[in-house]
T-cell receptor, first 112, second 113 residues
Framework: GDSVTQTEGLVTVTEGLPVMLNCTYQ???????FFWYVQYLNEAPKLLLR?????KRTEHQGFHATLHKSSSSFHLQKSSVQLSDSALYYC??????????FGTGTSLLVDP | EAAVTQSPRSKVAVTGGKVTLSCHQT?????MYWYRQDTGHGLRLIHY???????EKGDIPDGYKASRPSQENFSLILELASLSQTAVYFC????????????FGPGTRLTVL
């Protein structure tokens, strides 16, 4: 079956510095979409980014990600993090247009 | 904006007792889902439904039942609650045709003692 791997459980970054959250995946399907969801403390997860196009950069709220099918990756990046970016970030993939498979999540902690 | 509500928001249950978690959406979405969230495991799909009166097993259905009596409502039932079912449970909905984005409810924190 499908799987999504997020190797970092916690990433700590100083405010103003760049960050990259890693996401790799395995799937046997070709018609697949990829997502980043963000969950702030005591809130529901919500969509941050979505992509299904290989080698195309997708941006939202200062974050960006590029799907690289050659390396099975969809890393999330930001050039300058803010304190308000502290949250739990989930990478996910969807085949058949509806069922999501999530990674285990990466907590991003931004220090002042 | 899409709206998914859950009740109760938190619950304490006894081992062996029955627990019902409820979810209501006003998005007119066909798809509804139940996930559990655990540290180190992320979000895992328990059951989902794409039409009223029908449910499908997700990735971790053991110990859980689901019910979809109408398009708007989707319940998760723990017939015999166990300690291992202590977790935060999220309901979500999505549009059949639209995009794959799922809209999540606020979550229910379940503690089984």
């Amino acid at each position: 079956g499908d799987s999504v791997t997020q190797t970092e459980g916690l990433v700590t970054v100083t405010e103003g510095l760049p960050v990259m959250l890693n996401c790799t995946y395995q799937t046997a399907y070709s018609d697949v979409a990829f997502f980043w969801y963000v969950q702030y403390l005591n809130e529901a997860p919500k969509l941050l980014l979505r992509s299904s196009t290989d080698n195309k950069r997708t941006e939202h709220q200062g974050f960006h990600a590029t799907l690289h099918k050659s390396s099975s990756s969809f890393h999330l990046q930001k050039s300058s993090v803010q304190l308000s970016d502290s949250a739990l970030y989930y990478c996910a993939l969807s085949n058949m247009g509806y069922k999501l498979t999530f990674g285990t999540g990466t907590s991003l902690l931004v220090d002042p | 904006e899409a709206a998914v509500t859950q009740s109760p928001r938190s619950k304490v249950a006894v081992t062996g007792g029955k627990v019902t978690l409820s979810c209501h959406q006003t998005n007119n979405h066909d798809y509804m889902y139940w996930y559990r969230q655990d540290t180190g495991h992320g979000l895992r799909l328990i059951h989902y439904s794409y039409v009223a009166d029908s449910t499908e097993k997700g990735d971790i259905p053991d110990g859980y039942k689901a019910s979809r009596p109408s398009q708007e409502n989707f319940s998760l039932i723990l017939e015999l609650a166990s300690l291992s079912q202590t977790a935060v449970y999220f309901c979500a909905s999505s549009d059949r045709l639209g995009g794959d984005e799922q809209y999540f409810g606020p979550g229910t924190r379940l503690t089984v003692l």
